[in-house]
């Protein structure tokens, strides 16, 4: 089977490592992709006609779609009518991911566990609102912002100060949500749907925050690993009862065409685990850590939640840990150099997945802020740290910056 997987990241390459690994694949090119993926195709991840021409001249029969945009624009009812499968939910189902209202009224409606919640259209109403909760509030703008539309307040100053900055980017009239702010370690569970049944990969984590300590400003991701040592049976079983059996029972009542991932975003409060978002896609970086730990053929996984068979597969994870460091270009999430040589990249090393970087006359060099994820496995999560940091060590570009935690967020 020939397969196109969308996108440019480190998940990207992940997904297409993994499915060259099944036997069923023939070919898997990757659209742009980056200087980690072969047979690249540079074509824009938002040009769906392009797409098409390329996947119907080229004898493509699935399309794993990778980021969010295309699937909330409607990638996948623009193959309705072909021939071609593309794993991913449609324009209605990817709301979950693409409005935070819907997702909120879609959970209210279901009793999926989740924090409470207000929707807003205007500044006026929410100023007052936000003075009620003495500000210790989060605020979201309703659609895609692309990390940038969350704020998670502690004071009204806080609360007044995000509020004028979503005006002066969405003007007076606008919809957005104010939850209550929910208190806890953060957990993301990926599963594969098709629609009625699911099956969960391992439960990880990601550090969204630049520096160590989960400090600084907050990025695309500087690191995952997984499984989570707190989530254990108990805990997976109330996760199962209060979040995926609801969200199931959800997708299912509303006939939603949903054959692809669902990413359940979770806060474990106290009071149990909440959903803090849908996502409708692989996450970034937790792909890089949970693709490697699933032991089975990612590709059968994916062709069964068309086929009918995902009731029946049978999920096998590798034993012991993985961590996933990202490798990043100072400066970033502000503005960093790019097209500066990486060394390290010469032998080809296992499980080193790029993502900003760029292939010139047989030499690597950077070309984005997120650079290369830098994959070990170990026995205990220790050891997979220790591994990872080590495997660092072979890498190398100009102001390239990494955390030193990773992994260790049981030390705060
Ligand atoms: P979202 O895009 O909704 O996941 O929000 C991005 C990040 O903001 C989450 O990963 C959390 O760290 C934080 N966040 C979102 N919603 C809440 C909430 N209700 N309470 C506390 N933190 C939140
Ligand atoms: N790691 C968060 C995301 O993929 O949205």
Redesign the pocket.
């Known amino acids: 089977m020939k397969i196109a997987v969308i996108g440019s990241g480190g998940r990207e390459h992940a997904i297409a490592w993994k499915l060259n690994q099944s036997n069923l694949a023939e070919k898997v090119f990757v659209i742009p992709g980056n200087g980690g993926t072969e047979k690249n195709i540079s074509i824009d991840v938002n040009d769906f006609t392009e797409i098409k021409k390329f996947c119907e001249s080229n004898d493509i029969e699935l399309i794993v779609v990778g980021p969010e945009v295309p699937l909330v624009d409607g990638i996948v009812d623009f193959f309705k009518d072909s021939s071609i499968i593309v794993f991913g939910p449609d324009k209605v189902a990817a709301q979950l991911e693409g409005s935070k209202i819907f997702a909120k009224r879609f959970m209210k409606k279901y009793r999926v566990a989740t924090g409470n919640f207000e929707e807003f259209t205007e500044i006026n109403s929410a100023s007052k609102f936000i003075v009620e909760k003495g500000g210790n509030c989060v605020i979201k703008y309703d659609g895609l912002a692309a990390g940038k539309g969350v704020y998670v307040c502690s004071s009204i100053d806080e609360a007044k100060k995000a509020l004028s900055d979503l005006k002066q980017k969405y003007g007076e009239e606008f919809n957005f949500l104010i939850e209550e702010k929910l208190v806890g370690s953060e957990l993301?569970i990926l599963g594969f749907t098709d629609g009625k049944n699911i099956k969960l990969l391992q439960p990880s984590q990601?550090h969204k925050q630049l520096l160590d300590g989960d400090k600084g400003p907050n990025t695309g991701?500087m690191g995952a690993f997984c499984p989570v040592p707190f989530c254990d049976s108990q805990m997976l079983n109330k996760i199962q009862k209060k979040i995926v059996e609801p969200t199931m029972k959800g997708i299912k009542a509303e006939g939603f065409n949903f054959k692809g991932v669902v990413y359940f975003g979770l806060m474990m409060t106290k009071d149990g685990p909440k959903v803090l978002e849908y996502?409708v896609r692989l996450?970034?970086?937790?792909s890089e850590v949970v693709l490697p730990a699933f032991k089975g053929d990612f590709l059968k996984l994916i062709l069964s939640c068309f086929d009918g068979t995902l009731k029946d597969f049978q999920m096998e994870f590798n034993n012991g840990y993985f961590v996933d460091v990202v490798l990043t270009s100072g400066g970033y999430p502000k503005a960093y150099k790019k097209d500066i040589p990486i060394c390290g990249l010469d032998e080809a090393k296992e499980l080193v997945f790029h993502a900003g970087t760029k292939k010139e006359a047989d030499k690597f060099l950077t070309n984005g802020g997120r650079v290369l994820n830098i994959v070990a496995h170990g026995e205990t999560l220790d050891n997979a740290i220790e591994n990872a940091y080590e495997k660092v060590n072979g890498f190398y570009f100009d102001d390239m910056f990494f955390r030193k935690d990773i992994g260790r967020r049981e030390n705060y």
Do not use: I, T
């Open positions: 993301s990601d991701g996502n996450g970034d970086p937790e």
